[in-house]
């Protein structure tokens, strides 16, 4: 079965550094990588998408990476600060005949000191 | 002006009881989601409509029923609630069924059988 891996552990880095956070999956080859944020009580807030096909996407301060080869995505945020501390998605297009939909992963919790 | 709006919030009620969760988008979206997030922050797909159509239903029991009155809305009813049941529920809307399109979130819906 289709697997997605975050790292469960929370990510505390401190203030000005680069996060990085590591998607990994198994058994599917998804077309598409989304990336959310999650506040506590909150939902999960859309940040970036990445095609098979793209190595790499930028926003602002946040990069993505996507290497089919490897199965995995690297999220990084660069020149952090405590309003980033989150937790983050990703999230794989595991379409089946049934549709297309988003599967989710656990997510990472970043916790960014001052 | 919200998004996508799910009421109520917060939801306690007894088991065997039925209860339903209401969800609407502002955003003229075509597609819309219903979504579980259990205690350890998976968040699991339950349903997704296409114009007021159903295309994907993932094995939910048959106590939850979806209903789409337009595209606009999508209200999750709940029969014989069961304390497996309590978990934060997530609407969601996109722009199409289509995995290229990001997803945008209700503040989520906290239900909670006693």
């Known amino acids: 079965s289709q697997k997605i891996e975050q790292n469960s552990e929370a990510l505390n880095i401190q203030e000005g550094k680069t996060a990085t956070l590591t998607c990994n999956y198994t058994?599917?080859?998804?077309?598409?990588l989304q990336w959310y944020r999650q506040d506590p009580g909150r939902g999960p807030v859309f940040l970036l998408l990445?095609?098979?096909?793209?190595k790499e996407k930028r926003k602002e301060r946040l990069k993505v990476t996507f290497d089919t080869t490897l199965k995995q995505s690297l999220f990084h945020i660069t020149a952090s600060q405590p309003a980033d501390s989150a937790t983050y998605l990703c999230?794989?297009?595991?379409?089946?005949?049934?549709?297309?939909?988003?599967?989710f992963g656990g997510g990472t919790r970043l916790m960014v000191k001052p | 002006d919200t998004a996508v709006s799910q009421t109520p919030k917060y939801l306690v009620t007894q088991m065997g009881n039925d209860k339903s969760i209401k969800c609407e988008q502002n955003?003229?979206?075509?597609?819309m989601y219903w979504y579980k997030q259990d205690s350890k922050k998976f968040l699991k797909i339950m349903f997704s409509?296409?114009?007021?159509?159903?295309?994907i239903n993932e094995t939910v029991p048959n106590r939850f029923s979806p209903k789409s009155p337009d595209k606009a809305h999508l209200n999750l009813h709940i029969n014989s609630l069961e304390l497996g049941d309590s978990a934060v529920y997530f609407c969601?809307?996109?722009?199409?069924?289509?995995?290229?399109?990001?997803?945008?979130f209700g503040s989520g819906t906290r239900l909670t059988v006693v």
């Open positions: 969601a809307s996109s722009q199409g069924p289509e995995p290229f399109y990001g997803y945008t």
């Open positions: 058994n599917y080859s998804p077309a598409y």
């Open positions: 990445i095609r098979e096909n793209e």
């Open positions: 999230a794989l297009d595991m379409s089946n005949n049934a549709g297309n939909m988003l599967t």
């Open positions: 955003l003229g979206h075509d597609t």
């Open positions: 409509y296409n114009n007021k159509e159903l295309i």
